[in-house]
């Protein structure tokens, strides 16, 4: 895979913009939260699928001041997003309301329950891809024909790779519906599940059902 250039900068930006706007909005609508609880420092896999693409995101709850009302939240939430200079847009979901904020691809919400003082904030930035789709390298065997130990032979599962050969050591696969799913071949653990590794086996130990991968060896 090939580095998309500026890709990650640029989803770095946005990430620390987003931050930055969230931690104002906690502070000023939920005094008495503790920011150390806020979790924006690296971004998480949005789509497993190739390109895999990546964003900022996270959840937060606080609780508004009971002597500040729901409605007065709600109103002093969107006048700092619009001051700040972002679209913003209210509506109404079952006992609550929602303030939705948007600025180049940022998305901030911030849900106000009628009753009860909790405030639920969600932030993420846009789903970007930062490397370019590339033919997977698969690895150097550990063993071949010229390098076996002695009274040894290539493993008759990945005939001296080594890796898993299913997967080639990635340990997941491609899958249509969820893009990638763990090797069913090693279940994620990367080595053929069959020499763990060793790229040979040893004639002595090999079961009669193996021997029958060695048509030239004698008994």
């Known amino acids: 895979m090939g580095e998309i250039p500026g890709a990650r900068a640029e989803l770095d930006r946005l990430g620390s913009v987003l931050r930055?706007?969230?931690?104002?909005?906690?502070?000023?609508?939920?005094?008495?939260?503790?920011?150390?609880?806020?979790f924006l420092d690296e971004p998480s896999v949005t789509d497993w699928h190739e390109?895999?693409?990546y964003r900022y995101s996270t959840t937060f709850r606080g609780q508004r001041d009971t002597e500040v009302s729901a409605e007065d939240t709600v109103r002093r939430a969107a006048?700092?997003?619009?001051n700040a200079g972002?679209?913003?847009?209210?509506?109404?979901?079952?006992?609550?309301?929602?303030?939705?904020?948007?600025?180049?691809?940022?998305?901030?919400?911030?849900r106000v329950p009628d009753q009860v003082p909790t405030v639920l904030f969600s932030a993420?930035?846009?789903?970007?891809a930062l490397a370019t789709v590339a033919e997977p390298e698969w690895p150097d065997p550990v063993r071949t024909a010229t390098t076996l130990s002695s009274r040894h032979v290539l493993c008759y599962e990945c005939d001296g790779l080594g890796r898993c050969?299913?997967?080639?050591?990635?340990?997941?696969?491609?899958?249509?519906?969820?893009?990638r799913v763990t090797c069913p071949e090693c279940s994620g653990g990367r080595l053929c599940p069959i020499?763990?590794?060793?790229?040979?086996?040893?004639?002595?130990?090999?079961?009669?059902f193996q021997r029958r991968f060695y048509p030239d060896l004698t008994e």
């Open 195 to 208: 020499c763990q590794g060793a790229g040979q086996l040893a004639i002595s130990r090999l079961q009669p």
């Open 79 to 82: 006048a700092m997003l619009a």
């Open 51 to 53: 390109p895999l693409t």
């Open 124 to 128: 993420g930035t846009p789903a970007m």
């Open 165 to 179: 050969p299913e997967c080639g050591g990635r340990g997941w696969v491609s899958d249509t519906a969820s893009g």
């Open 20 to 38: 930055a706007q969230l931690v104002d909005l906690i502070a000023a609508l939920t005094p008495e939260a503790d920011l150390t609880l806020l």
């Open 86 to 110: 972002w679209e913003v847009s209210e509506s109404r979901e079952v006992n609550r309301t929602l303030v939705t904020g948007y600025s180049n691809g940022n998305i901030l919400e911030i």
